[in-house]
């Protein structure tokens, strides 16, 4: 019985090989599929055409990147950190510091860094229209134009000066125990101004007119994907700095004081659906205008009952008030073939939570999510 077993054993790999080889009976059994079928196999084994990529905001993890391979996951969207290269003080815009870290992605990590998420010359001096932004923007031009030379095409930036991200709960309890990032404007909204005092909508809309009107022609010039992230929370005000780029039509006033392909945004769409839009009519409005240059892919429930919400939950992919097989329906029809990453997540059973909204095992659980979705979009074609 033994021998036998052994005998079937050899010759079914037998058999195996010969298929995988191209010849013999399973060459001969199964018809070569038409150019559409095998154009559109490749596009799903590749994501859609889309870029999946991971964030390493913390450095690259082993787990975490060994894992994101193991998916077929090869993008990296990190900052310019000298350390992953083993670089002390060096300067972060300069081409040969930025030359060495993504080289070090690529040699030490089997990644490609394609997207910077949190450019390091761009502050507050710039953002609140303080002394010191003509030389914070010529940082920033000048970084730009090194990022290009290295290879890198994508800047994810924010217009949230001193107060950026921020949650009110980092312990929600969710779905089976999974822990959940969560933001109530009742907790925060009496708190003290901060050093700045009040920060008027006009204030930041001067600003970031003036940035825009100096960077964007350089942009252009080196065709630089400059990807505004809305403000996280939306909301107007936190702590008397006031947000302007928390609505839709806040987007669309930014797209057309310098209007340029270049200026564009990052399709985060839990903050767009919590503003009180239809995120895939949202895609396709600005995949018209071709400025989609990055995606967090991401779901959320509100909690407050009004839109714009001031109290909601990041949820799990799968449970959200987002449609997000019409959201990646909509990235696929108009051509989006950029970076797109998950964005936040739960914290699940076993992982750490020092880092909340970016558990390691509540990735893996988007990146199947995502990957699904991808296939069902190629697979069925344009839809519009």
Known sequence: MKD???????????????AASGGGLANAAQPLPSAKAQQRLSETVQDAGMEMSEAYFWGPDERRVTLAKQLNVFGAVAGVNPRVAGLENAVPWHYETIKAVKDAWKE????????????????????????????EIDNFIAFMKNLKRAGIDVICYNWMPVISWARTDNERKGRGGALMTAFNYDDVKDQPLTEYG?????????NLEYFLRAVVPEAEKIEMKLAMHPD??????IRGISRIM??????????DIVKSPYNGITM??????????????LIREFGKRDVIHFVHFRNVQDLSGVLPSTHFVETFHDEGMIDMYDAMQAYYDIG???????????TMAGDSNDHPGYSTIGAQFAFGYMR?????????????
Do not use: Y
């Not at 985060?268 to 895939?280: E, R, S, T």
């Open 4 to 18: 036998n077993r052994r005998n079937f054993i050899k010759k079914g790999a037998a058999l195996a090989a010969l």
């Open 108 to 135: 030490k990590h089997g990644l490609n860094f394609n997207v910077v998420e949190g450019p390091p010359t761009l502050g507050s001096k710039t953002k609140l229209g303080l002394d010191g932004r003509d030389e």
């Open 198 to 206: 009040e920060v008027s909508k006009e204030t930041m809309w001067k």
């Open 232 to 237: 996280d929370p939306q909301v107007h005000n």
């Open 246 to 255: 928390n609505t839709a039509d806040n987007f669309r006033r930014m797209l």
């Open 268 to 281: 985060c769409q839990g903050n767009f659906a919590l503003m009180g839009v239809d995120i895939p009519a």
């Open 336 to 346: 989006f073939r950029g970076p797109i990453r998950p964005d936040h997540v739960p």
């Open 372 to 384: 699904g979705l991808m296939t069902g979009v190629a697979k069925n074609g344009r839809k519009a």
